[in-house]
């Protein structure tokens, strides 16, 4: 049975084009069980390969015609080919990290097609010191980040000895942990749907208060303080069109160097992950002699308690803050300093509104960024913001894959025009990693932003006294 995109989904697939595929992806990399034999990584894919029971989540494709009204629905696909999404590859020699990521890289530059469902799954051998790479590209109108987070959750386990997880795509009962991370990749906001829908005169009041969330959004960008809309992020060179070429980076930092840094300074572990990448933009800008004078402004997706007022229980709302990350300060620790203060500003802004009201204002916040990219006005507008640093939590302890450990998880996301550059960080067992995803072209030699990530963190801990 056909049913309707709904509007997030829709904009994602409506927002696509050749320079722009619109997929997130997860790189992950594991180490054999003891006494894995030669054809272990074939089994392992076989196995996944021949799963026959389907989740309706991956058996899924946007479709329409006249028979839809020329609406796009989603629709099963009637001819599915597993093969087709399930693949195995190996690297060349010598099979370094190097390889690794430029293959990712290409199959991260392909576009999903339409007419069948929306994502790939890549099992990677080859590398010399014996570990196996898994990628896993989704689209965007499929499911979300958090989303993706669950599902690969959903088939790890803390047991080294269970060697009964499914693959993601394998039908399981909605009383599983895969059926639950699998229903909910399906309806990601049906819970906050229904919270925000229960009672008409909630939503009227949310509503009605959305103008003067506007207002005192607006007033507070103009006075250039921290809020859901920027209006002073300077042009750079990440802030143009784009191609559809795609080059990834990724490093893990212990989580105890960055929470050292946080208790040191009074600031938080997500503050010091903003400030490594701040000091690491500002090195990779100054060695293109393309630093602007004034602070680049990232935008940051934020869970916060938001104020209740009808329309929810008090739970987790998710909204987005521009924070300035300092970039024009030549101290690292009041770059940090700038940026907790930046980040409790926004907070705080948006902890006086509702849900609704924050979606409201987050989206608000991102018309300047879409709006150019839909008119083909990239190049010819002021950036909405320089580029977009998120932080999804994973895992706290070591995980399991059919007896495989999971030894680092690294995500991929989205450039898109006006946007070339997108920073992820993703938290495992006692690891923060960074996965980075640039425009090939546009972003040059991108991987160094890896050096001075390092470089940062470490300039971090002698300012903090923690060296």
């Known amino acids: 049975m056909a049913t309707p995109l709904d509007p997030t989904a829709l904009g994602f697939l409506m927002a696509e084009n050749r320079r722009m595929p619109m997929h997130v992806g997860g790189l992950q990399l594991y180490k054999k069980p003891e006494g894995a034999g030669r054809n272990y990584v074939r089994d392992l894919f076989e196995e996944a390969r021949d799963a026959t029971d389907i989740a309706p989540l991956f058996l899924k494709h946007p479709y329409r015609s006249v028979k839809t009204a020329g609406q796009w629905v989603w629709v099963e696909d009637d001819q599915f080919d597993i093969e087709h999404h399930v693949r195995h590859s190996a690297l060349p020699k010598p099979g370094r990290v190097r390889e ?3 293959l990712v890289s290409r199959l991260h530059s392909t576009r999903l097609a339409t007419e069948r469902p929306l994502w790939e799954w890549h099992l990677i051998e080859g590398l010399r010191d014996g570990r196996v790479a898994m990628y896993t590209k989704l689209h965007h109108s499929l499911v979300d980040g958090i989303s993706a987070m669950r599902l690969l959750q959903s088939i790890l386990s803390s047991d080294p000895d269970d060697r009964g997880m499914p693959a993601p795509w394998a039908n399981r009962p909605r009383s599983t942990r895969v059926g639950k991370a699998q229903e ?5 906001s049906s819970g906050e749907t ?12 949310d509503a009605a208060g959305i103008p003067k969330a506007l207002v005192k959004t607006l007033n507070r960008s103009l006075r250039n303080e921290t809020s859901t809309l920027a209006l002073y992020a ?21 989580l105890e160097r960055i929470r050292a840094i946080g208790k040191a300074t009074g600031t938080t572990m997500n503050d010091v992950v903003l400030a490594m990448c701040s000091g ?3 090195t990779y800008l100054a060695e293109l002699d393309a630093l602007p004078d004034t602070s680049l ?3 940051v997706p934020v869970g916060l308690h938001a104020k209740s007022r009808n329309t929810s229980s008090g739970g987790n709302a998710v909204g987005s803050i521009m924070v300035k990350l300092g970039t024009d300060l030549d101290d690292p620790l009041d770059r940090l300093l700038l940026i907790h203060t930046s980040m409790l500003d926004g907070k705080h802004a948006l902890s006086t509104m509702t849900p609704l009201q924050i979606q409201a204002m987050s989206a608000v916040g991102q018309v300047p960024a879409i709006l150019p990219t839909l008119l083909g006005l990239t190049n010819l507008t002021k950036p909405a913001y320089n580029l977009v640093i998120s932080n999804v939590p994973g895992p706290r302890t070591t995980q399991y894959f059919n007896g495989a450990e999971l030894l680092g998880t690294y995500p991929l996301s989205v450039p898109i025009d006006g946007n070339a550059l997108n920073i992820t960080c993703n938290s495992y067992a006692d690891q923060m990693a960074f996965g980075l995803t640039g425009c090939r072209r546009t972003v040059p030699h991108l991987q160094r932003i890896l050096t001075y990530l390092d470089d940062e963190i470490t300039a971090l801990e002698k300012v903090a006294g923690v060296a």
């Open 100 to 102: 690794l990521f430029e």
């Open 234 to 254: 300077p042009r750079t060179i990440l802030n143009t069109e784009i191609t559809a070429s795609r080059r990834f980076a990724a490093q893990d930092w212990p």
């Open 297 to 299: 402004i990232a935008m």
């Open 194 to 205: 229904m919270s925000a829908l229960r009672t008409a005169l909630g939503i009227s009041a």
């Open 280 to 282: 690491a933009m500002r």
């Open 184 to 188: 909910a990749a399906e309806h990601p």
